[in-house]
Every structure is written in C-alpha cells, then in structure tokens.
C-alpha cells in the first residue's frame, strides 16, 4: 500500500530553520503533485506550499519568502525549507500526494500523519 512518512518536526526557536522530509512508499506508478499543510486546533487546515510534478511551485502568502519547497523523485520525498521562523508557524504539519499506484492503478490523494513544529518566541 502506498504511504506517507515524514520526519524533522521538531522545537526551534523564533528567527531559526528547520527542514522537514516526507517521502513516499509502496507500489507507486506515478506521483502528481506533492504538497505541505498546516493545521491548528480549532482551526482548518491550510495549504503552505505546493510543488508540481515539473517544479512548478506556490506558497502561501504567509510564508512566501521564507519557506521552500521541493522534490526529489529518485527518492518520492518532498521538502519543506523553513527559515525565519515565527510563532506563529507552530502548527502540525501534514504531507500530501497526488499519486497514481496500487495494483488497480488508481490515483489518489495520499496524506502523511503530521509532524509537530513549535517556534518558541
């Protein structure tokens, strides 16, 4: 089955960076779209960035600047570069594909299950 696994969430402190990873696994014929989102309690969750299978990328306006996003498809992971972080960037951050897999060849939408990030001020 095809699956998400991120990593780097992590405690840092306001100003300062952190990288997370999430990569994908499982019988993968193609993988779309890959993405980043955020959410708090009590509140939905947000796209953050955006890359597409060309390269193609977008951000949030909240983060433009500061965030980047990219992928390497040897390895079916995409990264999130976090610099200049806030404290108001804590939130859990999830993962996402777009990808064409299993034996039925079905494209779904595949999420991770969340990394926490703290920015302490």
């Known amino acids: 089955q095809v699956q998400l696994v991120e990593s780097g969430g992590g405690l840092v402190q306001a100003g300062g960076s952190l990288t997370l990873s999430c990569a994908a696994s499982?019988?993968?014929?193609?993988?779309?779209?890959m993405g980043w989102y955020r959410q708090v309690p009590g509140k939905q969750r947000e796209l953050v960035a955006g890359?597409?299978?060309?390269?193609?990328?977008n951000y949030a306006d909240s983060v433009k600047g500061r965030f980047t996003i990219s992928r390497d498809n040897a390895k079916n992971t995409v990264y999130l570069q976090m610099n200049s972080l806030k404290a108001e960037d804590t939130a859990v951050y999830y993962c996402?594909?777009?990808?064409?897999?299993?034996?039925?060849?079905?494209?779904?939408?595949?999420w991770g299950q969340g990394t926490q990030v703290t920015v302490s001020s």
């Open positions: 996402n594909a777009d990808i064409v897999g299993g034996y039925r060849l079905l494209r779904n939408v595949y």
């Open positions: 890359i597409t299978s060309g390269g193609s990328t």
């Open positions: 499982g019988s993968i014929a193609r993988i779309n779209a």
